[in-house]
C-alpha cells in the first residue's frame, strides 16, 4: 500500500520536543508515526494529537534495540512503502545522577549507556529506514543535536552527553557525505534550552520554539542544506 502524504518518523515522540515535533508536523500535514519505547506512553500520546485532529499513529520503538528499529521499518514498508521524514529526536542525559558530571569521575559505563542511545540509536534507525527513502529519492533526516556537543565551544561537565552529541555530529556529516547527490538531505540541530523533562523549568525557551527549527529543517525544498549544524535555521560551528 503506499500514500501520497508524507510519512514523518519521530523518535522519542512521547513527550517534550519529540511530542511537539510530531504535533507541528502533523499540522504542516503529514502523517506522523510517534515512536515511542514504551508502548502505552505512546498511544497515549497519540490520542492525544489525534483530539487536537491530527494525523498521528503510534509504534513502539526503542533506539537501543536492532530489532525494534528493524520492526519499524517492515511496519512501514507494509503499511506505507515509503518515508519522508526522520526525526532522530530520542536522547538521554544521565551525566548528574550517575555522578558522572566530571570527566575525573566520569564512568566507562555511563559513557557507554548514553552512546547507546544517543549514538548507536540514531545509526541503527536510520541504518534501517534509509532504505525506505533511497527507494523515492526522497528523504529528510533530522538529528537532534546540542550545542553542547560543539567542538569549538566544548566546555566542562556533562561528559558523556558531550561526547555523545560530538559523536553525533559526525554520524550527520558521513551520512549526508555518503547521501551526496541524493534528494535524501540529513542535517544537525541544536534546539536550543528548552523546558522539557531534560532541560529543566528553568529553560528559556517552550518545546514549540524548540521545534522550530528541527520542522525547518524536516521540511526543506529539493537542493536543501545537507550535513550541516543549525540553529535559529542559521549555521553554527562544529
Ligand atoms: N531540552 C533541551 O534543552 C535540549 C537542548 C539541546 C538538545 N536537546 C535534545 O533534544 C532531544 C529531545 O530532548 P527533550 O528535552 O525532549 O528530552 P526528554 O524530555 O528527556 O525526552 C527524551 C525522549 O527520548 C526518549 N528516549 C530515551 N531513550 C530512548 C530509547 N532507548 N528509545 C526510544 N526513546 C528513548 C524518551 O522516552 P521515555 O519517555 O521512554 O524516557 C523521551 O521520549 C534530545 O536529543 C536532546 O538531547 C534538548
Redesign the pocket.
Known sequence: MSTAKKIAVV??????????ASRQLAKQGYKVIL????EA?GKGAAEKLQAEGLDVISYS?????ES?SRNLAEFIRQQFGKLDVLI??????IDAQAGSTSIFHTKIETLQQTI???VY?VLRVTQALVPLMKAQNYGRIV??????GQLTDMGSGMTT?RI??TA?NALTRIFASELHGTNILVNSV???????????QD?P?T?EE?VETIVWLATLADGGATGGFFRDRLPIDW
Open positions: 523518535t522519542g515522540g512521547n513527550r517534550g520536543l519529540g511530542f511537539e515512536t515511542s519505547r514504551d506512553t520503538l526503542d533506539v537501543t534495540s525494534s532522530n529526536n530520542a536522547a538521554i542525559f547507546d542511545t544517543n540509536g538529528n537532534v543535536s546540542s550545542g553542547a552527553y555523545s552529541k553525533l541544536c534546539p536550543g534550552w528548552v523546558k522539557t523533562d531534560m532541560g529543566g529553560a525557551r518545546p524548540g
